[in-house]
């Protein structure tokens, strides 16, 4: 495949991969501060759905292309900035697939308390604090890739 292809691939993927982990964190942080099961459901629903649509699909095309490029130009992989790379990926990773799991059970809480008019079980809140934590530590995990991809630090 053409280089230049899979670097756009590879860009392009990036950006939904950390556009939609963002965007899917600031409505779901600021649907949850309303406190209204029924807005909180909707939304949470749809950050679910934001996951396996493009989330999940990058998460498979970042290092396919990333190791491809990587390849092609000839870098090592002992590059430390590529090892960095590497690790910061997988940590957010790591940090994701709980986030995951987590919006499908917060879910099935709005969902619950919403159509039973109930407010949320205490259970959501304990979820949101940790997914706002495993949500902070991905997104900073994928700044500095973003910042290792572009400098390529020696």
């Not at 860009?11 to 556009?19: D, E, H, P, R």
């Not at 304990?126 to 995990?141: C, E, P, Q, R, S």
């Amino acid at each position: 495949m053409n280089y230049l292809v899979v670097k756009w691939i590879h860009i392009v993927s990036s950006t939904l991969l950390f556009g939609t982990g963002l965007g899917s964190a600031f409505y779901m942080f600021f649907a949850s501060r309303t406190g209204d099961a029924r807005v909180i459901a909707v939304v949470v629903k749809y950050v679910v759905v934001a996951d396996w649509l493009f989330t999940t699909p990058t998460i498979i095309l970042q290092p396919a292309t990333g190791f491809y490029m990587v390849h092609e130009a000839g870098f090592p992989l002992s590059s430390p900035w590529l090892l960095w790379s590497i690790l910061l990926y997988l940590l957010a990773g790591a940090a994701w697939l709980p986030v995951v799991w987590m919006q499908i059970r917060m879910r099935g809480m709005a969902q619950e308390a919403a159509s039973a008019g109930n407010p949320l079980p205490q259970n959501y809140w304990k979820f949101l604090h940790v997914w706002i934590a495993l949500g902070v530590i991905a997104f900073v995990a994928l700044v500095v890739v973003f910042f290792l991809m572009v400098a390529k630090p020696a």
